[in-house]
């Protein structure tokens, strides 16, 4: 950081990819439910499981893990399945296989506006958990990991300023992170609290 002896940090342009490790993946009061659940898989009913989270929340993280642990299959953004009767399989092979499958969505199967009744009956027999609101740790260690992914470490000063001023939720952790790293990488300065409080007034 500028004045504290190390380079100013500016994002470069790249494209950057998100860290999946299980190292990556912070455990809090709003996830630890998910986490004891996906720890527990060989005692589920059926082998199929459903993860529910709002977006940013980490349920990919947590089931691309999950995967990885337990030789599972993943289907993320089930309730935007393009084919209900492609889902519908997909289950029934989980069953007959005894391979995990787990499905993410960001609601539960009730509001999905399902038409294929063997579906609808399959998802009510799964077993399913879900990722609650954020808490103040939680939301901090997002803000700071979406600045690693980046190549950027977040000052903690920081985290502190944006977290009092945005809504406590993910998608606005999220949004916050982008608006200052578009202002980062359009006006060619470094991380800092002064284009912090500048990019936030697009909130």
Do not use: C
Not at 40 to 56: F, K, Q, Y
């Amino acid at each position: 950081m500028a004045g504290s002896g190390h380079p100013a940090q500016i994002a470069l342009p790249l494209d950057w990819k998100a860290a999946r490790g299980a190292r990556d993946f912070y455990v809090s009061q709003a996830n630890r439910d998910a986490v004891r659940f996906l720890d527990s898989w060989a005692t589920w009913p059926v082998p199929v499981a459903l993860l529910v989270g709002p977006a940013g929340s980490g349920k990919s993280h947590l089931a691309e893990i999950f995967a990885r642990r337990a030789n599972a299959r993943l289907w993320d953004d089930a309730d935007r399945a393009a084919s209900e009767e492609a889902l519908f399989h997909a289950w029934n092979e989980a069953v007959e296989s005894r391979r995990p499958l787990l499905l993410t969505a960001r609601s539960m199967p009730e509001d999905w506006n399902l038409r294929l009744r063997d579906l609808q009956s399959r998802l009510a027999a799964t077993p399913r958990v879900r990722i609650g609101a954020p808490d103040d740790v939680l939301l901090a260690h997002v803000f700071e990991k979406q600045w690693r992914d980046r190549g950027l470490e977040a000052p903690p000063e920081l985290t502190r300023y944006v977290l009092r001023r945005i809504e406590r939720s993910f998608e606005a952790v999220a949004r916050a992170v982008e608006l200052i790293d578009r202002a980062s990488l359009g006006r060619k300065k470094p991380l800092s609290l002064p284009l912090a409080r500048e990019a936030l007034l697009d909130l």
